[in-house]
């Protein structure tokens, strides 16, 4: 009986493990406005250029990568990886604009020196959002914003549990780890 014990009382320990749920909350409490604004502010005179109302071709541009980065969805996460079998975040943003003659660093914390920064409430699609999700100073993730509908803005990322998927930076986790915004086009 002694020995029999012992058996019956490992497999109830791994299945006690399994029943904790990982916490996901923060000491900080940190909050961001996320409402859209128009790209038209009083504090900034805005760059010709990278109007896309007035520049059909950067919108057009805009959207053919945000289709490209669409392709990926579903596609499993793969550290370094860049095509169909596994994909990283700063992988997928930078076939995707790769794929329409757009040349970006390959790794998420140079992609952060690229562009001009912008503040949230300016952020439109095709933007950049970095985060931080690990503890330390660098930029770790990217993620490609392909909507801001009111004051919600969602992108398209490769999470490391879920591959690649559209989340929104109202999100808490997504939230909390935001750090910055740039504008490519």
């Known amino acids: 009986?002694?020995?029999?014990?012992?058996?019956?009382?490992?497999?109830?320990?791994?299945?006690?493990?399994?029943?904790?749920?990982?916490?996901?909350?923060?000491?900080?409490?940190?909050?961001?406005?996320?409402?859209?604004?128009?790209?038209?502010?009083?504090?900034?005179?805005?760059?010709?250029?990278?109007?896309?109302?007035?520049?059909?071709?950067?919108?057009?541009?805009?959207?053919?990568?945000?289709?490209?980065?669409?392709?990926?969805s579903g596609v499993r996460y793969k550290y370094g990886g860049t095509t169909k079998k596994g994909m990283d975040c700063s992988g997928l943003l930078y076939v995707a604009f790769k794929k329409n003659d757009v040349d970006l660093p390959r790794v998420s914390s140079a992609m952060a020196n690229e562009g001009k920064r912008i503040r949230v409430n300016q952020v439109e699609k095709g933007d950049l959002l970095f985060f931080k999700t690990r503890k330390g100073k660098k930029i770790n993730h990217v993620g490609l914003v392909v909507a801001v509908e009111n004051d919600d803005i969602k992108f398209i990322h490769a999470s490391t549990s879920r591959g690649v998927i559209v989340s929104s930076l109202r999100e808490g986790y997504w939230n909390y780890a935001f750090v910055k915004a740039n504008r490519i086009l």
């Open 1 to 72: 009986m002694k020995r029999i014990l012992p058996l019956i009382l490992l497999p109830l320990l791994f299945l006690g493990s399994c029943a904790t749920k990982k916490r996901t909350t923060h000491s900080k409490e940190r909050k961001i406005s996320v409402a859209a604004s128009p790209r038209n502010s009083m504090e900034e005179a805005p760059d010709p250029v990278l109007e896309t109302p007035e520049n059909p071709a950067a919108a057009s541009k805009i959207n053919n990568i945000i289709n490209t980065a669409l392709t990926y």
